[in-house]
């Protein structure tokens, strides 16, 4: 039976054809590369929510705060950075996939937690102590 399938090149190319943009719009709507750049920052947001609580835990203790920088402390491969500036502090990172980063004009945003908010969101400026601009 199977000795009875003759293909031409012309019914292979034509198969290919019909086959090839299909293709090409599964990978454009998959993009493996925009889906492990959002779970970095899905990641990212848990890191900087868990060390914004290692802060305020320190802080609410009534420890001496060994945190007051005024320069962005950075640690890690993703650069987990906090800054504190009197009994304010914010911890960001990095945001990397252009579904994090759509909201800011020259796409660049922090992942961003501010004590003075209570909250973890994303900022399009270097953020700082004190209130931030979310953009969501």
Same mark, same amino acid.
């Given at each position: /039976?199977?000795?009875? &399938?003759?293909?031409?090149?012309?019914?292979?190319?034509?198969?290919?054809? !019909?086959?090839? +943009?299909?293709?090409?719009? !599964?990978?454009?709507?998959?993009? +493996?590369?925009? #889906?492990?750049?959002?779970?970095?920052?899905?990641?990212? $947001?848990?890191?900087?929510?868990? /060390?914004?609580? &290692?802060?305020?835990?320190?802080? $609410? !203790?009534?420890?001496?705060?060994?945190?007051?920088?005024?320069?962005?402390?950075?640690?890690?491969?993703?650069?987990?950075?906090? &800054?504190?500036?009197?009994?304010?502090?914010?911890?960001?990172?990095? !945001?990397?996939?252009?579904?994090? #980063?759509?909201?800011?004009?020259?796409?660049?945003?922090?992942?961003?937690?501010?004590?003075?908010?209570?909250?973890?969101?994303?900022?399009?400026?270097?953020?700082?102590?004190?209130?931030?601009?979310?953009?969501?």
């Amino acid at each position: /039976m199977l000795s009875k &399938l003759k293909f031409s090149i012309k019914d292979l190319l034509i198969a290919f054809l !019909a086959l090839f +943009p299909i293709f090409v719009l !599964a990978v454009a709507v998959y993009n +493996p590369a925009e #889906r492990d750049a959002i779970a970095r920052d899905k990641e990212s $947001s848990g890191l900087v929510s868990y /060390m914004a609580r &290692l802060i305020n835990q320190s802080v $609410s !203790a009534g420890t001496p705060n060994p945190y007051k920088l005024s320069e962005p402390n950075c640690s890690g491969d993703e650069k987990t950075c906090y &800054l504190v500036s009197g009994s304010g502090y914010v911890v960001f990172t990095k !945001a990397q996939s252009l579904a994090w #980063r759509q909201y800011c004009l020259d796409g660049t945003a922090f992942i961003t937690y501010s004590s003075s908010e209570n909250r973890t969101d994303i900022v399009c400026a270097l953020p700082t102590p004190g209130l931030q601009e979310f953009v969501n």
